[in-house]
């Protein structure tokens, strides 16, 4: 009697073992393909502020206009950062200088692209949209809040570098 009911409970727990796992989809990029946030970026504000097909078409021509636009900027920066990798573990501090320099070129020309993006997205809008968008713009460059992720204050709220929080002093 005990043996068989060590074995039915065997056989259930493989079932349900099996039943789990194959309940879980792998997740990341399909097809060795990795997801487009600009299409994820079009069906995310298609929906939340309920674009009709002209704003559709409008944002989707946007978008592809600035990707074609930045993409040679986009290309350079694994080469970049790579070669700062190398030059950190040679402690070229000169080469580090100059890499970031370029970097911080190339993120500046593509952080104008995207606003220059969003603000012709942005016109397109009715005002119930930009009233709906409102203190969340900052998403139309890419993020969350007013000034992309975390807002303008970076994630955590007190900024790249800010000053930690008032501490207080028992009286």
Not at 122 to 128: G, H, K, P, Q, R
């Given at each position: 009697m005990?043996?068989?009911f060590i074995a039915a409970s065997t056989v259930a727990l493989t079932l349900?073992?099996?039943v789990y796992a194959q309940g879980f989809r792998q997740r990341g990029p399909q097809n060795g393909q990795r997801p487009d946030p600009g299409?994820?970026?079009e069906r995310f504000l298609t929906r939340s502020l309920q674009l009709d097909a002209s704003q559709q078409n409008q944002l989707h021509t946007f978008i592809e206009e600035n990707r074609v636009a930045t993409q040679s900027l986009r290309d350079q920066m694994p080469d970049l950062r790579k070669g700062l990798m190398e030059a950190i573990k040679a402690n070229n501090t000169a080469?580090?200088?100059t890499l970031s320099t370029q970097m911080g070129n190339i993120e500046q020309q593509l952080s104008a692209a995207r606003a220059k993006t969003a603000a012709k997205f942005?016109?397109?809008?009715?005002?119930?949209q930009k009233a709906d968008l409102g203190a969340r713009i900052g998403m139309l460059m890419g993020g969350f809040g007013p000034g992309g992720f975390g807002g303008p204050m970076g994630r955590g709220g007190r900024g790249p570098g800010?000053?930690?929080p008032a501490a207080?002093?028992?009286q």
């Open positions: 005990k043996s068989k349900a073992a099996g299409a994820r970026m080469q580090i200088d942005y016109a397109v809008l009715n005002d119930a800010g000053p930690p207080t002093t028992p």
